[in-house]
């Protein structure tokens, strides 16, 4: 069993950057890769990025490419999404998943975050 827990969202200017925190608990917690997706209201759930157990892969969604790094401190057991420029299309809640791989689809994740919001202002 894993427990993920996210952290760091609030409200931004477009422009402005925003690092969430995913925490995740559980005896082989470092053994899983780390997804991120995010859900906007009336919008179905979106991959964001993702990285692997070592942190040597890591994939992103085309819509944040160059804009967000995905990055996982194994010692902390947490893994990290810097968003930089971020736009008002970004606004939704952002979770964090495990799973066996670095993969895009949400139903391949077997452990969710509660979320954190993200909203951005024009």
């Known amino acids: 069993q894993v427990q993920l827990v996210e952290s760091g969202g609030g409200l931004v200017q477009a422009g402005g950057s925003l690092r969430l925190s995913c925490a995740a608990s559980?005896?082989?917690?470092?053994?899983?890769?780390i997804g991120w997706f995010r859900q906007a209201p009336g919008k179905e759930r979106e991959f964001v990025t993702a990285?692997?157990?070592?942190?040597?892969?890591?994939r992103y969604a085309d819509s944040v490419k160059g804009r967000f790094t995905i990055s996982r401190d194994n010692a902390q057991n947490t893994v990290y999404l810097q968003m930089n420029s971020l736009k008002p299309e970004d606004t939704a809640v952002y979770y964090c998943?495990?799973?066996?791989?670095?993969?895009?689809?949400?139903?391949?994740?077997?452990?969710w975050g509660q979320g954190t919001q993200v909203t951005v202002s024009s």
């Open positions: 998943a495990a799973g066996r791989s670095v993969f895009i689809r949400a139903n391949n994740y077997d452990y």
């Open positions: 559980g005896r082989t917690s470092s053994t899983y890769a």
């Open positions: 990285i692997s157990r070592s942190g040597s892969s890591t």
